[in-house]
């Protein structure tokens, strides 16, 4: 349920664990206790397990418990029944949904927005880090920089409320526009070609700002003797920009476009089914919206279920082909 | 810097796109406050920008006298405040032991949980794992089967690894239990990592309508941002319509009143948490 930049910020989590595990040598607390008994170090570290104990038995039952919970997805579920009971029904579900035009709309939509995002959210949040780095005055740069995440800490409600009323037909701000400059008020909303405008106009505006924040950090490790360098050879600022501080933040920009596709098909249902409308649902319903609508509006839970697992192995898989492609390519990788 | 550098013509273009993206930034959320303090005759004629027009505050009365509304207020403090207190207690208990290089099977572990991070079971069989659980309808929907985020966890781990062995060593010298490390040195030390941790599980539980709106059946036990949520989809709000005057009071002034105090929460921690909101995302990515 959590957004792209959720996911990226999960996955980033994973490769600096990964990291840390190869330089990290074995402490030294193992070899003052490898000659005791296996039961005896057990014993020592009772303790420990007691903490570990509520944080695994979560994992297990809320995380794990559902991936076994995909059997339903293989059975005609019933809640009378439970999982157990329920009849198996092979690979039915799955045949049902692919032989619908449903299927190749959903993945043509969720392909869409998650491409779209690729290539507009993600190369402006590398131009807005890079401006705000331009600015020189400290204090300045900070007023800009609290201002641009400000909307991060406003829920999707309300993001998609404010956007919908920016574009809204009757008291819309957009329209009021459109009329002054002798247009005639556009339905945005309704009208399924400009769907994908207002989500990723929204996207940008709330999410510019905080999704800044990693590249400025990259920014600031930048090594200063290079623009000395640069200053010597007579560098105006952009070419500082181009020759020197863009190349010095590639690393950071290659991993998190590698995030970017490998979760390209990973959109949460949340903004999508408050900014969709009965008239835009060919071009606005993705995989996790459809999940939502089938599973907890018609209960039809194998069905559903069905849906989001192949979602699930279809955006897993394309993580580890992403993953695989950048390594041959670039030598990067994300474990 | 040893020379003074002059403004030139690149700096102004810079400052120039900055102000205006922060204006794109600032002006939706102004006129938002606008509408919530205007009359509805504005309001419907679309003649407010960022200043309110025939002043009044109709819509904020009406927040007050609507039941549903207050209690959702209400619903929204209390899973809140468990929820936070919840995720951070078992997020740092379990952050601690798996810090450890030398707890047995930490490496099984540490990949048991780094692979929900690449597959999940899904929205409905994590629905039916909740009902089976026999958490539905309740509080604890909300915060048990969300208990510990996997980033937040990494962050913590990350961070109680950085601290230094000696640290450890010396307590454990001295007879230290592990809990009593625990308790007066990891925790004290790693205050400002809580923080962040702390911050994005209150936004995390203030913000949601997904989660609620999955668990929850009960009208009565919907947060703030589930009734705002049917504010937004029907474009009405319960009771208005028949009983009020549309000239002074609108449906989008009350959903904007509302709006506006959904945020005082978290606009009153803002000034005091953005520096941990910060440190807390490069921590969760860059670092390490």
Request: proline share 4%.
């Amino acid at each position: 349920m959590d957004g792209v930049v959720h996911a990226v910020h999960f996955l980033k989590g994973v490769l600096m664990v990964q990291r840390k595990k190869l330089q990290q040598p074995i402490g030294g607390q193992l070899d003052k206790k490898s000659t005791k008994h296996l039961a005896c170090k057990l014993w020592n570290q009772r303790q420990l397990w007691l903490m570990l104990l509520p944080g695994l038995l979560f994992y297990l039952i809320y995380r794990y418990g559902p991936m076994f919970g995909l059997v339903i997805s293989f059975k005609d579920y019933s809640p009378f029944l439970g999982v157990f009971e329920s009849k198996w029904v092979g690979l039915e579900h799955f045949e049902r949904f692919f032989s619908t035009p449903k299927f190749w709309e959903l993945f043509r939509n969720t392909l869409t927005l998650g491409c779209l995002s690729l290539c507009i959210s993600f190369p402006m949040t590398i131009l807005f880090a890079l401006i705000l780095n331009e600015i020189r005055q400290k204090k300045a740069k900070k007023v800009f920089q609290t201002i641009s995440y400000l909307p991060n800490f406003l829920s999707i409600v309300i993001v998609c409320s404010i956007f919908i009323d920016l574009f809204s037909v009757t008291h819309g701000t957009i329209n009021k526009l459109i009329i002054q400059f002798g247009g005639a008020p556009i339905d945005f909303r309704a009208k399924p070609e400009w769907y994908y405008f207002i989500y990723i106009t929204s996207e940008l505006w709330a999410g510019l700002g905080s999704g800044a924040i990693i590249y400025l950090a990259a920014l600031s490790g930048v090594d200063h003797t290079l623009y000395e360098a640069a200053d010597l050879d007579g560098c105006s600022r952009i070419k500082k920009v181009w020759h020197v501080t863009l190349p010095s933040i590639m690393p950071t920009i290659i991993t998190m476009f590698l995030l970017r596709v490998g979760n390209i098909i990973r959109i949460g249902a949340d903004k999508t089914l408050l900014l969709y409308a009965p008239t835009t649902y060919e071009v606005a319903d993705i995989f996790s919206s459809y999940v939502y609508r089938v599973g907890m509006g018609d209960h039809d839970y194998s069905f559903a279920a069905a849906v989001g697992m192949f979602e699930s192995v279809l955006a897993a898989l394309i993580l580890v082909a992403a993953n695989k492609g950048s390594k041959k390519l670039t030598g990067e990788s994300l474990w | 810097m040893k020379h003074k550098k002059k403004l030139t013509l690149f700096d102004g273009i810079v400052c120039l796109i900055l102000i205006v993206f922060c204006a794109t930034i600032l002006y939706p959320l102004l006129h938002l406050l606008a509408v919530s303090f205007s009359i509805g005759f504005h309001i419907t004629a679309n003649d407010i920008s960022i200043f309110p027009r025939g002043f009044t505050l109709e819509s904020y009365f009406y927040f007050l006298e609507n039941q549903s509304v207050i209690r959702a207020y209400g619903n929204s403090i209390v899973y809140t405040v468990v929820g936070v207190i919840c995720n951070v207690l078992f997020t740092v208990l379990t952050a601690y032991p798996l810090s450890k290089s030398y707890l047995l099977g930490r490496s099984f572990i540490m990949k048991l949980i780094l692979f929900t991070l690449f597959f999940s079971g899904g929205m409905i069989p994590t629905f039916l794992v909740v009902k089976e659980t026999g958490l539905l309808d309740s509080m604890w929907s909300l915060i048990i089967p969300n208990l510990i985020w996997t980033v937040n966890l990494i962050i913590m781990i990350n961070f109680f690894r950085s601290l230094p062995l000696s640290l450890y060593d010396a307590a454990e010298l001295d007879g230290a239990s592990d809990f009593t490390v625990f308790r007066t040195i990891a925790v004290p030390l790693s205050k400002a990592s809580i923080a962040s941790i702390t911050l994005f599980y209150f936004m995390g539980h203030w913000n949601s309508y997904l989660i609620p709106i999955l668990y929850l059946h009960d009208k009565a036990k919907f947060p703030l941002q589930v009734v705002l949520r049917s504010m937004l989809m029907e474009d009405q709000v319960e009771g208005l319509g028949q009983v009020v005057d549309i000239s002074q009071l609108t449906p989008t002034g009350v959903k904007n009143a509302v709006i506006v105090l959904s945020m005082i929460p978290v606009l009153i921690v803002y000034p005091f948490v953005q520096k941990y909101f910060v440190t807390g995302v490069m921590v969760g990515s860059v670092k390490g």
